[in-house]
């Protein structure tokens, strides 16, 4: 191999193909409301699509734990009860600031939710609406979660 092409694999092909996975931990948040289940999404902080609560590892939680708190500080949830094990995952591509994409691998937790704060630490940068599964499944972009939502 020529050292222009070892130097394009190097350089360009085997980080796009030997790209590791980073992992995040989502709030899936449901609570029934006249009789049937619905599920909170949100926006997204740049592009304003609708999203589920979901964030990076925080030191010294679970991944249940870290669930919550990026509930509590994205939506703005009060949860009672969230479940240990996650109830499914899904993939996505992050767009970093430099415009590449980072793989990410996303657990999803259940969180019942006993109520929705007026203020938490990201109010005036997001939008909150509660949907049924079958609708917010029409709304999220990644193929895996929409799966995951009309599963419920």
């Given at each position: ?11 360009v092909?085997?980080?796009?193909f ?10 899936l948040?449901?609570?029934i409301h006249?009789g049937?289940?619905e599920v909170?999404l ?13 964030g990076?590892?925080i030191d010294?939680l679970?991944g ?12 703005g949830?009060r ?11 899904y ?14 691998l996303?657990?999803?937790?259940r969180i ?12 005036d ?5 509660w949907f ?9 972009q990644e ?7 009309r599963?419920?």
């Open positions: 191999m020529s050292a222009w092409l070892q130097n394009i694999w190097e350089e092909g085997r980080p796009l030997l790209r590791p996975r980073r992992v995040q931990f989502a709030a948040c449901t609570r006249d049937k289940d909170l949100i926006t997204s902080r740049d592009t304003r699509r609708w999203i589920i609560p979901k990076w590892p010294g679970s249940a734990e870290t669930a919550l708190q990026e509930a509590w500080e994205e939506a949830v949860g009672d009860k969230v479940h240990n094990d996650p109830i499914g995952r993939t996505y591509d992050k767009i970093l600031k430099d415009g590449s994409a980072q793989p990410v996303t657990s999803v937790y019942s939710a006993q109520a929705l704060a007026e203020e938490f630490p990201e109010a940068q997001r939008e909150r609406r049924s599964p079958a609708d917010a499944a029409t709304q999220v193929p895996e979660l929409q799966a995951l939502l599963s419920l």
